[in-house]
């Protein structure tokens, strides 16, 4: 069980089990209070690439829960199996046999389902298989129940033309870019990494193929507000051995935008959503001018950005917070310190001498993020129980709605609250073993507060350690040969990391826009890139042959306006040897898959140079954000001398 799964939990409201519908695991919602009419049936796929993800995930967890209770349906959320282990037609395979169990009419009266009322819907790769098995519906002739609707949640529906107006616009775009999309499209089929680069450069479909493209012109399928200028030129042609080879991405299986109109004509209506900043919404978008031109009543809702995508993907990530629950180890609660909530975690067992204390920061790009968030619970009490320490994992204002300063303000308030005798002594924690962790942009909060420290008069006792995991460390240069290698890597793409940074100090996308060409530091302060100058300060087997370039200067505007990029506060690389010297003894931990890997590894040889005790702990098979995958090994294994560095040194 991964660790944003959740067991089958009945609540007041709905029932939920787990069992097979031909052999396929699923999970079953049915609302608790009586009805005297049969009810609704909803048929949900979850999402994920056809690679990751499953019913028992918390985010589709709670929203079958919802449905179930709030449309009084009955709600079957299926499992299949998943790539890379099983390509396609598994997938399509195994959630078509679910259904056609499900629509069975002994089954649909076990459960009080109206078989009048059926429906299929599904999210992303979900989408792509609700609409691949409704059309297969069409043509089996054991299946006499007919669905009512489909409905497509931003759906993925065709492989061949991954040069629509909506790839080209969004094809940095975080969460789901181009590179992540065409990654997860080849893994359906294949884990040969060939299909993925040829249909990355869109040249992947043969020219005896080229009759199909006419199912996928966008431009006579767009609306006109969604071209937007672009000019359709088709795609160049394609090996003929890779469609030999893997021909799943020609199946209209596979890409339900290839079926002809005689078949779309005969579909159940239909309810689509696209979302302006998403590479899939064109397929969405020509799905319901085909549907529509076919016959069939669609209807498409557009989020065309209601919501900041931060914030909308923040209300999406808080779906995995956990209450604040004591266990037989640990007390937990929450207070404030200096008005800044946190989380406390207090080992149960009696201890006679003073605790460790340590001060945690979380991650999530100064937007996202929170000590309530399951992975980060989990690490503060197994921290708290395995250390026997004290652990405060703090809170802070995000971004978009609270620019810099007020992520590091707010930290650094909580830490000096923590910092007082008098608290540290409420707590039973000894002043001299007190230290700050911190990972992703929590490692850069806990470096800046580190440094802080340093300045501060009023501020009597010392940190003897700081922990930083994957931090991010500097503004200046996005071009290191970790940027350069990692640059299309999923979970944090330079594009994403360049966002997050340019979402720490404005909503103006103007810096982002520099940053991400690495054209944002302007003339007169050119001066600082010797704190950031890779060529001298990485270790040369991480230099693998790249070649330094000073980056090009940047507009002296963006710097006066947003200064905050330049601030020693927001990069702690930018800190002079004079107040690295004094700093605590430090760990680190780099994963290789990282674009900030350099960032870690240049101020591990910074502090070293100024003599500063530093512990480097680089993970050679490890990504950013690896601590958060809890059902992988290596998180496990990282967490553990994380802790053990912790035991002893703190």
């Given at each position: 069980m991964s660790v944003n799964d959740v067991p089958p939990t009945s609540d007041e409201n709905v029932t939920v089990t787990e069992t097979k519908f031909n052999n396929i695991p699923v999970r079953v919602y049915v609302p608790k209070r009586k009805s005297e009419a049969l009810k609704r049936g909803v048929f949900y796929i979850h999402g994920g690439g056809w690679c990751l993800d499953s019913a028992a995930s918390e985010s589709y967890d709670q929203l079958s829960r919802w449905t179930a209770d709030r449309l009084d349906a009955v709600v079957i959320?299926?499992?299949?199996?998943?790539?890379?282990?099983?390509?396609?037609?598994?997938?399509?395979?195994?959630?078509?046999?679910?259904?056609?169990?499900?629509?069975?009419?002994?089954?649909?009266?076990?459960?009080?389902?109206?078989?009048?009322?059926?429906?299929?819907?599904?999210?992303?790769?979900?989408?792509?298989?609700?609409?691949?098995?409704?059309?297969?519906?069409?043509?089996?002739?054991?299946?006499?129940?007919?669905?009512?609707?489909?409905?497509?949640?931003?759906?993925?529906?065709?492989?061949?033309?991954?040069?629509?107006?909506?790839?080209?616009?969004?094809?940095?775009?975080?969460?789901?870019?181009?590179?992540?999309?065409?990654?997860?499209?080849?893994?359906?089929?294949?884990?040969?990494?060939?299909?993925?680069?040829?249909?990355?450069?869109?040249?992947?479909?043969?020219?005896?193929?080229?009759?199909?493209?006419?199912?996928?012109?966008?431009?006579?399928?767009?609306?006109?507000?969604?071209?937007?200028?672009?000019?359709?030129?088709?795609?160049?042609?394609?090996?003929?051995?890779?469609?030999?080879?893997?021909?799943?991405?020609?199946?209209?299986?596979?890409?339900?935008?290839?079926?002809?109109?005689?078949k779309l004509r005969s579909l159940p209506r239909t309810y689509v959503i696209t979302c302006q900043y998403d590479v899939l919404?064109?397929?969405?978008?020509?799905?319901?001018?085909?549907?529509?031109?076919?016959?069939?009543?669609?209807?498409?809702?557009?989020?065309?950005?209601?919501?900041?995508?931060?914030?909308?993907?923040?209300?999406?990530?808080?779906?995995?917070?956990?209450?604040?629950?004591?266990?037989?180890?640990?007390?937990?609660?929450?207070?404030?310190?200096?008005?800044?909530?946190v989380r406390v975690y207090v080992p149960k067992r009696k201890s006679e001498a003073l605790r460790r204390g340590v001060f945690y920061i979380h991650g999530g790009g100064w937007c996202l993020g929170s000590a309530a968030l399951k992975k980060y619970d989990l690490l503060s009490r197994w921290t708290a129980d395995r250390l026997d320490a004290v652990v405060i994992s703090t809170n802070y204002r995000l971004a978009p709605k609270h620019h810099f300063p007020t992520q590091f303000q707010d930290v650094y308030n909580a830490l000096r609250w923590f910092l007082r005798k008098e608290v540290l002594a409420e707590y039973g924690v000894n002043p001299e073993r007190v230290g700050v962790s911190g990972d992703s942009a929590g490692g850069n909060l806990a470096a800046a507060v580190t440094q802080q420290l340093l300045e501060d008069p009023d501020v009597k006792i010392k940190l003897k350690i700081q922990s930083l995991i994957y931090p991010a460390l500097q503004t200046l240069d996005l071009d290191s040969p970790s940027y350069q290698e990692n640059a299309q890597f999923p979970v944090l793409s330079k594009s994403l990391t360049a966002r997050f940074w340019s979402e720490y100090f404005t909503t103006d996308r103007s810096l982002e826009k520099a940053m991400f060409s690495n054209q944002h530091v302007p003339v007169e302060s050119s001066h600082l890139f010797k704190f950031v100058n890779w060529s001298s300060l990485l270790p040369e087997r991480f230099k693998k042959g790249h070649v330094y370039s000073s980056p090009r200067q940047g507009s002296s505007e963006l710097a006066k306006k947003y200064p905050g990029f330049l601030d020693v506060r927001?990069?702690?690389?930018?800190?002079?040897?004079?107040?690295?010297?004094?700093?605590?003894?430090?760990?680190?931990?780099?994963?290789?898959?990282?674009?900030?890997?350099?960032?870690?590894?240049?101020?591990?040889?910074?502090?070293?140079?100024?003599?500063?005790?530093?512990?480097?702990?680089?993970?050679?098979?490890?990504?950013?954000?690896?601590?958060?995958?809890?059902?992988?090994?290596?998180?496990?294994?990282?967490?553990?001398?994380?802790?053990?560095?912790?035991?002893e040194n703190l």
């Open positions: 959320s299926t499992n299949y199996r998943l790539a890379p282990k099983h390509h396609f037609p598994t997938q399509f395979e195994d959630v078509y046999n679910a259904l056609r169990w499900f629509l069975r009419k002994e089954v649909l009266a076990e459960y009080g389902v109206n078989p009048e009322r059926v429906g299929v819907s599904g999210d992303s790769a979900g989408g792509n298989l609700a609409a691949a098995v409704t059309q297969q519906l069409l043509e089996d002739p054991d299946v006499k129940i007919k669905l009512k609707i489909q409905s497509l949640i931003y759906p993925a529906l065709q492989t061949l033309d991954l040069d629509s107006p909506s790839y080209q616009e969004n094809a940095q775009f975080p969460f789901l870019s181009k590179s992540f999309m065409v990654r997860f499209w080849s893994e359906y089929f294949t884990t040969d990494r060939s299909l993925e680069k040829a249909m990355f450069s869109n040249q992947h479909v043969p020219v005896e193929s080229s009759h199909l493209f006419k199912f996928v012109n966008w431009s006579s399928l767009l609306p006109e507000r969604f071209k937007k200028g672009h000019v359709y030129s088709s795609p160049r042609q394609g090996s003929s051995e890779l469609a030999k080879k893997y021909p799943g991405f020609l199946d209209v299986r596979a890409a339900p935008l290839l079926a002809d109109d005689s919404r064109d397929d969405g978008l020509m799905y319901v001018t085909r549907l529509q031109n076919a016959g069939v009543r669609a209807s498409f809702v557009e989020l065309l950005g209601l919501n900041h995508f931060m914030e909308t993907f923040n209300t999406i990530m808080s779906l995995n917070n956990v209450p604040v629950t004591s266990d037989e180890n640990v007390t937990v609660t929450e207070t404030k310190f200096n008005n800044i909530p927001a990069a702690p690389l930018l800190a002079d040897d004079s107040k690295l010297r004094s700093l605590p003894q430090t760990y680190v931990i780099t994963c290789q898959y990282d674009v900030l890997r350099d960032d870690g590894l240049m101020y591990v040889t910074r502090l070293q140079n100024a003599g500063v005790r530093v512990t480097h702990n680089h993970v050679e098979d490890g990504f950013h954000g690896v601590l958060s995958f809890l059902e992988l090994s290596i998180s496990h294994r990282m967490i553990s001398q994380y802790i053990n560095w912790l035991r």
